[in-house]
């Protein structure tokens, strides 16, 4: 089945504990991008990568990075996450050629 | 840069009802327009899409027409049913204001639907 996952789906952590939050795609897509979707706010781009080792950032990237090693994997990590990052965070991926986004189930983060 | 408008919710409906939830958009290039729904703890579905003036995306008994004059790409539904029960999420994707280089999705703010038996 063709599928974006995440994990983990659920993680409360404290201020500071370093984290990472997997994305994998089964679609040989090579666009790849980290979503946070906050109440009233909807959903905002933190970063996004064209390819394999090609990563840049979104609207809202500060405090987060991201690699992109291998075609299929793209983690966000959290070094030193604060309480403003407690969101719902989807990765999303589509093919270059063709206009449609897959997303993932979302991770919900809570920093306390 | 570019945004989305769309109707605030939450929207409570009875079912069979007709839905119309509205969405303007602005925009610097051409964009691609979509409506995007997120069921109950559950990621986003693409619903519907369109790519150029005057297509109309549907799907599942929805649909949507891109309109250029008016920026506009509003939802509509004939008969809603409690299954239609999500945050419904317009969206546009405009490559010309990225540079070309990044398919970013632009995002409304979501508008909650619940349809009553």
């Known amino acids: 089945e063709a599928q974006v996952t995440q994990n983990p789906r659920y993680l409360i952590t404290v201020t500071g504990k370093k984290l990472t939050v997997t994305c994998s795609q089964n679609?040989?897509?090579?666009?790849m991008s980290w979503y946070r979707q906050d109440p009233g706010l909807g959903l905002r781009q933190i970063y996004y990568?064209?390819?394999?080792?090609?990563?840049d950032k979104g609207d809202v990237p500060e405090g987060y990075k991201v690699s992109r090693k291998e075609k299929r994997n793209f983690p966000l990590i959290l070094e030193s996450p604060s309480p403003n990052q407690t969101s719902l965070y989807f990765c999303?991926?589509?093919?270059?050629?063709?206009?449609?986004?897959?997303f993932g189930p979302g991770t919900r983060l809570t920093v306390l | 840069g570019d945004s989305v408008t769309q109707m605030e919710g939450p929207v409570t409906l009875s079912e069979e009802a007709f839905l119309t939830i509205n969405c303007t958009y602005t925009a610097t290039g051409y964009p691609s327009l979509f409506w995007y729904v997120q069921y109950p703890g559950e990621g986003l579905q693409l619903l519907l899409k369109?790519?150029?003036?005057?297509d109309k995306g549907s799907n599942k008994g929805f649909e949507a027409t891109y309109r250029k004059e008016t920026t506009s790409f509003h939802l509509e539904k004939g008969s809603v049913q409690v299954s239609d029960s999500a945050v419904y999420f317009c969206?546009?994707?405009?490559?010309?204001?990225?540079?070309?280089?990044?398919?970013?999705?632009?995002f409304g703010k979501g508008t909650l639907l619940t349809v009553n038996p």
């Open positions: 990568s064209m390819n394999v080792e090609v990563t």
């Open positions: 679609m040989n897509h090579e666009y």
């Open positions: 369109a790519t150029k003036a005057d």
């Open positions: 969206a546009l994707s405009d490559p010309f204001n990225s540079g070309g280089s990044n398919y970013k999705l632009t």
């Open positions: 999303a991926s589509r093919r270059t050629q063709r206009n449609e986004q897959f």
